[in-house]
C-alpha cells in the first residue's frame, strides 16, 4: 500500500472534494495552523471522502489525531519524528512515511523504519523558502539505491515535463504541490498528470 506515482499534497478538505472523484488515489492532508479539535475534524471528514473513491488518504504531521480517527498512513517531517510516538503508530497499524533532506535524516528514517522516504526539494521549489538547496537527480538515484524496495516519494518544483526523469532515476512516486493547487485550471492539470503520469 505505498503512494501511487501522482501523490498531491493539499492544504485543507476543499482540494479533496475537487481531486478524489477525478481519480486521484494517493492524497496528502497538510493541515497547518488549526486548532486540534478542528484538525481532528478535518481528519475524520477527509477519511469519509477518500474512501468513498478508494483514495489512500496520508495524514502529514498530526499523528495522534489521525490514529484517533482511524487513519492508516501518517506522515512527518524530522521534527515531529522526534516527539512522535512510533510505538503507537505502529500498534494503531498505520504505516508512516517521512521527510528527509540528506543523509543523517535518511539514517534516522530509516531506522523509524518508514514505509516510504520522501526525497526534496528535487527542484526549487516555490511554495516556501527552503533550507536545503535543490537535491537533483543524481540524489534521487542515490537515495533509491539506498533504500532498496522502500519506496521513495520525490518532492519539489515537480511537473508532468519533469517527472518521467524523476522517476528514471528512481523514484516510486512524485508528490505534488504547487504546480496543481496554484494552476488556474487544477482540475484540468490533474487531468494531465493523471494520464501522462498516473
Not at 64 to 77: K, P
Amino acid at each position: 500500500m505505498q503512494p501511487s506515482v501522482f501523490y498531491p499534497i493539499v492544504p485543507d478538505l476543499s482540494w479533496l472534494d475537487r481531486m478524489v472523484p477525478l481519480g486521484v488515489r494517493t492524497v496528502q492532508l497538510r493541515i497547518k495552523d488549526q486548532p486540534l479539535d478542528a484538525v481532528a475534524v478535518a481528519i475524520a471528514q477527509a477519511l469519509e471522502i477518500t474512501r468513498r473513491s478508494s483514495c489512500q488518504l496520508i495524514v502529514n504531521d498530526y499523528w495522534q489525531q489521525a490514529i484517533d480517527a482511524g487513519a492508516d498512513y501518517i506522515h512527518l517531517g524530522q521534527e515531529d519524528l522526534a516527539s512522535a510516538d512510533l510505538k503507537a503508530i505502529r500498534a494503531a497499524g498505520a504505516r508512516l512515511g517521512i521527510s528527509t533532506h540528506h543523509e543523517r535524516e535518511l539514517e534516522v528514517a530509516l531506522a523509524a523504519g518508514a514505509d516510504y522516504v520522501a526525497l526534496g526539494p528535487v527542484y526549487p521549489t516555490r511554495l516556501k523558502v527552503m533550507r536545503w538547496e535543490p537535491q537533483g537527480l543524481d540524489r534521487v538515484r542515490q537515495w533509491k539505491k539506498t533504500i532498496g524496495a522502500t519506496p521513495l516519494v520525490a518532492i519539489g518544483g515537480m511537473t508532468p515535463e519533469r517527472a518521467p526523469a524523476v522517476l528514471a532515476a528512481g523514484a516510486d512516486s512524485i508528490a505534488v504541490i504547487t504546480d496543481v493547487i496554484s494552476d488556474p485550471q487544477p482540475e484540468a492539470r490533474i487531468g494531465i498528470w493523471l494520464r501522462d503520469i498516473g
